[in-house]
């Protein structure tokens, strides 16, 4: 996928899916390098059900759940030439969460990361040869974000699409499909 297949693909996404929120971003210091961008709540995941109360203090047992901000970025990553899903996640004073606890929140899919192995800095397959989650900056914000690595983005959707049909808006469709197999989009 070349960069202007990305923007349109971008685009038509954009205008087929208003609701979800996705808009595009152009920074006029950067030009052409522009990103889908968007904001969304999440909570964290207690670790088990019935830890969350112990049945003896009614107060502990309806304690809500802590409200963080997730800015979502989909940027085109030119070594990969391929869509990178970019994020930040803070909690309530803006912090940014610690990686043990990022993936234990409603972004992921519950068992999005079983069978992993986590550092301070990413979260990676046994003997992989790249971290699937790390972090890095946004490539036009130059900020710190976590990002799942691109490298095999484009076999996965290409396997797909080849079951598909190939046409530039669908290949962003399906992309967002295998990224929700671990992101709650």
């Avoid at 799942?148 to 290949?171: K, N, Q, Y």
């Amino acid at each position: 996928m070349l960069r202007l297949d990305f923007r349109s693909a971008a685009d038509a996404f954009i205008a087929g899916h208003k609701a979800s929120g996705w808009t595009w971003q152009e920074p006029p210091s950067v030009p052409a390098m522009g990103y889908m961008a968007r904001s969304r709540l999440h909570t964290r995941r207690g670790e088990d059900a019935d830890d969350a109360t112990d049945g003896d203090d009614d107060a502990t047992a309806s304690t809500p759940a802590e409200t963080l901000t997730c800015r979502q970025y989909i940027v085109y990553s030119s070594t990969f030439q391929v869509p990178a899903f970019y994020f930040t996640l803070h909690d309530a004073s803006g912090a940014p969460l610690p990686l043990d606890d990022l993936v234990r929140t409603t972004l992921f899919h519950r068992f999005a990361f079983e069978g992993t192995e986590s550092t301070t800095f990413g979260v990676s397959l046994p003997g992989s040869a790249f971290p699937l989650l790390s972090q890095g900056d946004h490539p036009t914000l130059g900020t710190p974000c976590w990002y799942f690595h691109p490298c095999e983005s484009a076999a996965a959707v290409t396997e797909i699409m080849a079951e598909l049909g190939d046409e530039r808006r669908g290949w962003l469709e399906t992309w967002f499909m295998v990224l929700g197999t671990v992101v709650n989009m």
